[in-house]
């Protein structure tokens, strides 16, 4: 299966863009990426998927390079609130299964 | 609203102590997981099932099994509860892909916090 590598923290200032990298090197033509966030005690949120184009939604935009071995979520203006561990993920479907693998995520850290 | 109800926010065990983890969802969806968070180690997936009757062994099934009779409820048992398997437990359900429905992303529990003592 596939795993993503993300650096273990970010730091951003309020206001400014917050993007995240995410690597997927070994990711299969059909394998979706998909990010969640994870803010304290609560459980993970989904904010958006992509599979080779670029997607955005109200909350964020998703860039997925060309070759598909990596991808950047980018929070347009990053608020306080923000502030919460972000996982990129890829989707696993074979012809009866559907998973989600994790990894260990970036803790995104916005300030004042 | 998509709910998926974990049935306990924290919970204390003893060792060698039978444990069940309920999960129940209301969206009608196929797949369900069971996933343990740790400090530093991210979510690691457990068990998951695609459909009532059937599961799969994700990354670390050892010392845990599954159940799904029904299709909205999920649980995970630890036949004998170990310290090494006090956690964050996370239960999750999702559509399954490529079935038109137009929300297909996994929709998590609140986490049972388990403590083995």
């Known amino acids: 299966d596939a795993k993503t590598t993300q650096p273990p923290s970010m730091d951003c200032a309020e206001g400014r863009a917050a993007n995240l990298p995410c690597n997927h090197s070994?990711?299969?033509?059909?394998?979706?990426v998909y990010w969640y966030r994870q803010i304290h005690s609560q459980g993970p949120q989904y904010i958006i998927h992509?599979?080779?184009n670029n997607e955005t939604n109200e909350m964020a935009s998703l860039i997925i390079t060309e070759d598909r071995k990596s991808s950047t979520l980018i929070l347009p203006h990053a608020t306080l609130r923000d502030t919460a561990v972000y996982y990129c993920?890829?989707?696993?479907?074979?012809?009866?299964?559907?998973?989600?693998?994790f990894g260990t995520g970036t803790r995104l850290q916005v300030f004042p | 609203d998509v709910k998926v109800t974990q049935s306990s926010r924290y919970l204390v065990k003893r060792t060698g102590e039978k444990v069940f983890l309920e999960c129940v969802q209301d969206?009608?969806?196929?797949?369900m997981f069971w996933y343990r968070q740790d400090p530093g180690l991210g979510l690691r997936l457990i068990y998951f099932?695609?459909?009532?009757?059937?599961?799969e062994k994700g990354d670390i099934p050892e010392g845990y099994s599954v159940s799904r009779e029904k299709k909205e409820r999920f649980s995970l048992i630890l036949e004998s509860a170990s310290t090494n398997q006090t956690s964050m437990y996370l239960c999750?359900?999702?559509?399954?892909?490529?079935?038109?429905?137009?929300?297909?992303?996994?929709?998590f529990g609140q986490g049972t916090r388990l403590t083995v003592v």
């Open positions: 999750a359900s999702s559509a399954v892909l490529d079935t038109g429905k137009v929300f297909t992303e996994a929709f």
């Open positions: 070994t990711i299969s033509g059909n394998e979706y």
């Open positions: 992509g599979l080779k």
């Open positions: 993920i890829v989707r696993v479907r074979t012809y009866n299964t559907d998973k989600l693998i």
């Open positions: 969206m009608d969806h196929e797949n």
């Open positions: 099932s695609y459909d009532v009757k059937m599961k």
